[in-house]
């Protein structure tokens, strides 16, 4: 199930909802709720989920008990969350990579059939920034199991994220705030969030999945660029959208999710694009590994190769393949590039020059995130610029038909243009404002403002609300890219 889908949109949401409300039990709510929904995808691995909760919450308990032994026990509580990860999601990869080694001399590795469960990579680095904030002593064990478990089960980040960190939301999870703001700032945010997936992102990812069927000999230049520009909208907004989605509907029920998007295609520079693209796992990555591995106060060397590391394993983390490796060493080595002086340089140029550049290193890595393996990557650049195409070519115009090229152009307008800081100031006023009403700081010119502009809001999300359910009755194309992660 995902939120994007009729079943959510008109009858468990607004059930759970319903009940969530009405009822005092709203730990007890969410928790089966959330396993239900999980349980819609995948009913088989709502053990593993409930066990890895049942792990981090024991090993979380046991280091904050025992702080004389933290440190071997927060080891053995990481190799036990990466022992579920490599299993499930990397080990017929190793295989792979075993076989092709040793089939020069003759011997044979089995590959395994693993289903990957939904969501482990989102969870199980959850478990490990608990432990590490455990052992830190940043913030203290949960107690009840219970309540641990509806942290790590909240279905509206389990599946896709934000990566929640226990410590961004531990006062939440014993007592919340639902208020009459919170909850139609959340709508609002929900709202966005479903236009951004079904009204862009599904409409440009027919002919993105389309392009990238066609083999690429067969593609013009023209269609393999429209193709990846197609995917390069596709997943921005299918990603960003969701969580949206997922922000809103935390604070619908009284929880603060930590931000995941900031308008990233607007960067100027691919280290602006990392504080801007799927932020929670950058910060991830840049907290639990590129800063103890000594980050930038080492050596100008070390510190490139923290950095290719960090995103060596960003790209691992996103799927266990050759392609999505490559893409983390590519964003790697533009970030080494940029920190040995490229930086500089982009920002002594005109903003529109170094955007563009970013977007342009940045729709090369989607290439390989894209395609279906290396020979198809490179073949696909190769036709990109130019080379590599045989003869009669793939008639693209009749994929690429008059509603996809609105919402491209839709999508690539707002992806671009650059928000300026006041409007950026005032959303986040305006967020933590609804997460925190009562607050001193609210001027008259303020509240003026807001009763202004309410009612367009609300008819704006309304009608977003309409056309997506439209859209989606109607039984159109509906994907999603990071159930893959």
Not at 159 to 164: E, H, K, L, R, T
Not at 447 to 463: I, N, P, R, W
Request: hydrophobic letters at 55%; glycine letters at 8%.
């Amino acid at each position: 199930m995902v939120f994007s889908s009729p079943t959510f949109l008109f009858y468990f949401f607004p059930l759970f909802l319903l009940l969530y409300y009405v009822l005092p039990w709203k730990n007890g709510v969410l928790l089966v709720a959330s396993l239900l929904f999980y349980a819609w995808g995948e009913p088989g691995f709502v053990p593993l989920l409930m066990l890895s909760a049942l792990l981090n919450y024991s090993m979380g308990y046991a280091i904050a008990r025992w702080r004389a032994r933290g440190v071997p026990l927060l080891w053995l509580g990481i190799a036990a969350n990466l022992a579920f990860l490599i299993y499930y999601k990397y080990m017929a990869f190793l295989c792979q990579i075993a076989r092709d080694l040793l089939a020069p001399f003759g011997r044979q590795v089995e590959i395994p059939e693993i289903v990957l469960p939904l969501g482990i990579s989102f969870f199980t680095f959850q478990g490990i920034s608990y432990l590490i904030d455990v052992y830190r002593n940043e913030v203290n064990a949960q107690q009840s199991f219970w309540r641990f478990a509806m942290y790590k089960a909240m279905f509206p980040q389990l599946i896709a994220g934000p990566i929640v960190r226990y410590k961004q939301i531990a006062h939440e999870v014993d007592q919340r705030s639902i208020t009459n703001a919170r909850v139609v700032a959340g709508f609002h945010q929900f709202a966005v969030g479903l236009a951004q997936k079904v009204l862009i992102a599904n409409t440009v990812a027919l002919p993105a999945d389309r392009l990238f069927l066609v083999p690429p000999g067969d593609l013009s230049m023209l269609g393999a660029w429209i193709g990846i520009a197609c995917y390069s909208i596709q997943i921005l907004y299918d990603f960003a959208g969701y969580s949206n989605m997922a922000i809103g509907i935390g604070h619908m029920i009284g929880f603060s999710y930590p931000p995941n998007f900031n308008r990233p295609y607007s960067s100027a520079s691919v280290t602006e694009f990392w504080r801007r693209w799927h932020m929670s796992l950058s910060s991830w990555f840049r907290d639990y590994l590129y800063i103890p591995l000594g980050g930038n106060r080492v050596s100008p060397l070390r510190t490139y190769i923290n950095l290719a590391v960090v995103f060596l394993l960003c790209g691992l983390w996103h799927g266990a393949a050759w392609t999505f490796i490559i893409w983390g060493g590519w964003h790697g080595l533009l970030l080494i590039v940029e920190r040995a002086g490229l930086g500089n340089a982009l920002a002594r140029l005109p903003r529109l020059v170094s955007q563009a550049y970013t977007l342009f290193v940045v729709m090369i890595g989607w290439v390989f995130f894209r395609a279906n393996d290396v020979p198809h990557a490179l073949h696909f650049l190769k036709v990109m610029f130019g080379q590599g195409t045989k003869g009669e070519t793939y008639p693209w115009q009749s994929d690429f038909q008059f509603t996809a090229m609105t919402a491209l152009a839709v999508g690539a307008v707002l992806a671009v243009w650059p928000a300026s800081n006041e409007a950026e100031r005032l959303k986040t006023e305006g967020i933590n404002r609804a997460a925190a009403p009562g607050k001193a700081g609210i001027t008259a010119i303020s509240v003026m403002t807001a009763a202004g502009t309410a009612s367009v809001k609300h008819a704006l999300a309304a009608a977003a609300i309409i056309l997506c359910a439209a859209s989606l009755a109607a039984g159109t194309y509906n994907p999603f890219i990071y159930f893959r992660f």
